[in-house]
């Protein structure tokens, strides 16, 4: 069973950064497509940025620039490093673990819990 738990959370002024940990096991991790989804109260929970087994990143739009998503795969392990955050960062972040369509859109299979980021203004 795969199980994915997500750390780094808190609250930072806007400005400052954060840097989101995610410790994947129970899959073949090094193979597997990860991603960062963020939900804000009232509204969708939307991808943030995603990293194929092969390196290939896909970042949201509002973000560019900003994080940078990287993995580590000698520790089954995803990262997000959140730079610059503003106050409209905040949101609960999801680590997930997923594949790619035949599409290349980015589907995931499993979630973590979450971890709450707070942006002051």
């Known amino acids: 069973q795969v199980h994915l738990v997500e750390s780094g959370g808190g609250l930072v002024q806007a400005g400052g950064s954060l840097r989101l940990s995610c410790a994947a096991s129970g899959s073949i991790f090094s193979i597997n497509t990860m991603g960062w989804y963020r939900q804000a109260p009232g509204k969708q929970r939307e991808l943030v940025a995603a990293?194929?087994?092969?390196?290939?990143?896909n970042y949201a739009d509002s973000v560019k620039g900003r994080f940078t998503i990287s993995r580590d795969n000698a520790k089954n392990t995803v990262y997000l490093q959140m730079n610059s955050l503003k106050p409209e960062d905040t949101a609960i972040y999801y680590c997930s673990e997923g594949h790619l369509t035949y599409s290349g859109s980015y589907l995931p299979d499993y979630w973590g819990q979450g971890t709450q980021v707070t942006v002051s203004s």
């Open positions: 990293i194929t087994s092969g390196g290939r990143l």
